[in-house]
């Protein structure tokens, strides 16, 4: 604690707030205090910090404050600061996923139902959020079967009527393009719409088993069979959401499950009494803290830009905070909202079920982070250890050289870092010092200048050391790269790698090594050499291709670079240019009538312009 610190924990006042922790002028972390003296002395004054706050106090060398007259004020504050600063020891919550919903303007005259990433308070009304498109499609397309909504994006009212499309033929659409309906009878669908949306599915089911019936009495077979199977489809809906005992409710549920290193947060959405899904959180770096504050600080980032449920559920939070929470709650919702953190029942139950998702999908995680750091940096330590080399290979190279025949050679240079492609750092080369289909030589060349750059004195010209590298190729492939290397005055480990038998050769050693093919580096090394294998290849192929274009259009006296560059431009391609007439060949800006003639004898030389 230095001295600014200790002046500033001695004015503290004892009021509601929020406090700005700061490392050099940086604000490093934000928080709320209903007694801004208590809080933030027993940062500095306590002992028994987690892991986490410890780290953030060791930085500390100045904080700020904010006085505010309210909890709730301080709540609000605290909500805000954290979005505007993004301090580095919040949990800041990362999520790019915005689940779709589905919305039905009911201000258009003849409303249809839409698919919407967003709830706006536009006025529309919006069912969901639906997890994955799989169940947006299932729910749009039996919407479609049973009810006859237009699905095109016509603005009502019409100048004139349109002759009604293929829908309305087949009984997907009421025709009100052709006036076909009233706006009442479409509204009756409408109703019908809602309703099924809403989760009221009885009086729907009710209405079509008493219209099967009936048209089965009267003989309209055809009838009854479509209606049979609207029913099906509504039933096989019913069937693939859960049903929750809390008729109608509308409802949040969020749980928290901890590991010693990290947390998952999850929510379940309850709508109409139905669970539609659900969704988790990472939060990495939570694993020690206390839960219910890590609970608190994500519920409030994961409402900044989404509206409360009716109901929000929660299994704890620190002190006596639910009442401001509730507040809270009501502002972003601005409506009723109930905050509940239940101890029994049919709402406990769902805070379990939702620690029980959270539990599970942490589990899946730290499984998928292990398979990932098997195959990345596992992998580079694996490798360390068969190359016989001291520390991880943290930034890997690989080489490769692509010609045709000799012609157009060129190179290529990927990196891996931590065992990741950093598709940024990939650089190609044209080999210049090299005539012909010589591999070994061009590698020399590609070597000489790629280290020349490592071993620079002009910082805008240095490029990074490797710490290992990869010659796609075998030991003379290898010996011209090390030499090359070697010349420039750096000393890195390389090695080679030979297609045939994928064996891995060392410089100087004539034995190759011969990896299990299931190894986890014998993996990272193969996906190196092809992804350098593929990066040459394409740039090869852009090259053929653009010094065919070229080629072609140099063959035309009188059209020099800026003209050939022009008419592509205008025509995009060469063939585009053959077809083109003497008028539009005229009509190109920078190309005169002597060049158009030109270009257009060249293109058809059989007519005489």
């Known amino acids: 604690m230095n001295e600014t610190i200790a002046q500033k924990l001695s004015l503290l006042p004892d009021s509601p707030g929020c406090y700005l922790m700061k490392e050099q002028g940086q604000i490093i972390y934000v928080g709320k205090a209903v007694n801004l003296k208590n809080r933030v002395r027993s940062y500095f004054h306590g002992r028994d910090h987690t892991p986490k706050v410890a780290a953030m106090v060791s930085h500390v060398d100045d904080f700020d404050i904010m006085l505010c007259r309210t909890n709730l004020e301080a709540l609000i504050l605290e909500c805000n600061l954290i979005k505007l600063h993004q301090p580095h020891y919040n949990i800041l919550l990362k999520d790019d996923k915005h689940y779709p919903y589905i919305r039905l303007d009911l201000s258009d005259p003849f409303p249809h139902v839409t698919l919407a990433r967003r709830q706006q308070q536009d006025g529309a009304r919006y069912f969901g959020p639906f997890i994955g498109a799989t169940a947006v499609r299932e729910v749009l397309e039996t919407l479609r079967k049973l009810f006859p909504l237009r699905t095109c994006n016509l603005t009502f009212p019409l100048k004139s009527k349109k002759r009604p499309c293929v829908n309305y033929e087949i009984g997907r659409c009421l ?14 669908v409408v109703q019908k719409v809602l309703s099924f949306l809403s989760g009221k599915y009885q009086d729907i089911t009710a209405s079509l088993q008493k219209e099967m019936m009936e048209a089965a009495k009267n003989l309209q077979f055809e009838r009854a069979a479509k209606l049979r199977d609207q029913l099906r489809d509504i039933e096989g809906l019913m069937q693939r959401q859960q049903a929750i005992q809390v008729s109608g409710a509308e409802q949040d549920v969020f749980a928290l499950a901890q590991d010693d290193l990290d947390a998952m947060a999850q929510v379940l959405y309850i709508r109409g009494g139905k669970m539609v899904g659900g969704d988790s959180f990472p939060l990495p770096g939570e694993g020690r803290e206390h839960p219910g504050e890590v609970l608190f600080d994500f519920i409030i980032q994961y409402y900044d830009e989404r509206r409360p449920a009716r109901e929000v559920l929660c299994p704890s939070l620190p002190g006596e905070i639910g009442a401001d929470m509730e507040g809270w709650l009501r502002q972003k919702r601005g409506g009723a909202c109930t905050f509940t953190i239940p101890q029994r029942g049919d709402k406990r139950a769902l805070t379990l079920l939702a620690e029980k998702n ?65 598709p940024k750092e990939y650089r190609h080369y044209r080999i210049k010092t090299v005539e012909g289909a010589n591999d070994f030589a061009s590698m020399n060349e ?32 290898l010996q011209f790269a090390r030499e090359a290397m070697l010349e420039t005055g750096a000393d890195v480990p390389m090695f080679g790698l030979a297609e045939r038998l994928e064996e891995i050769f060392l410089p100087g050693q004539e034995q190759s090594i011969l990896l299990d093919r299931h190894s986890p580096a014998l993996h990272l090394i193969q996906r190196i050499r092809d992804e350098a294998h593929r990066f040459a290849i394409t740039h090869h192929r852009g090259l053929r ?65």
């Open 175 to 188: 025709g009100p393009c052709g006036g076909k309906c009233t706006e009442g009878e479409y509204r009756q």
């Open 358 to 422: 959270a539990r599970d999908a942490l589990e899946k995680r730290n499984a998928k982070k292990q398979i990932q750091h098997e195959r990345t940096i596992g992998a580079a330590e694996q490798l360390a250890k068969e190359l016989g080399i001291d520390g991880v290979p943290r930034r890997i190279e690989g080489f490769d050289i692509s010609n045709t025949q000799g012609a157009l050679s060129v190179a290529s240079m990927v990196v891996f870092i931590d065992g990741r492609p950093a």
């Open 446 to 477: 590609v070597l000489s200048r790629r280290f020349r750059r490592a071993m620079s004195d002009d910082p805008k010209e240095k490029w990074p050391m490797p710490d290992l590298v990869l010659i796609d190729g075998g030991p003379v492939q």
């Open 545 to 609: 291709t653009k010094q065919s274009v070229h080629s072609a259009l140099e063959d035309i006296p009188g059209v020099g670079p800026a003209r050939r560059r022009a008419l592509l431009q205008h025509f995009k391609t060469v063939k585009a240019i053959r077809e083109a007439s003497l008028e539009e060949l005229k009509a190109v800006p920078g190309v005169s009538a002597p060049a158009a003639r030109a270009v257009y004898t060249w293109a058809h030389p059989e007519r005489d312009v």
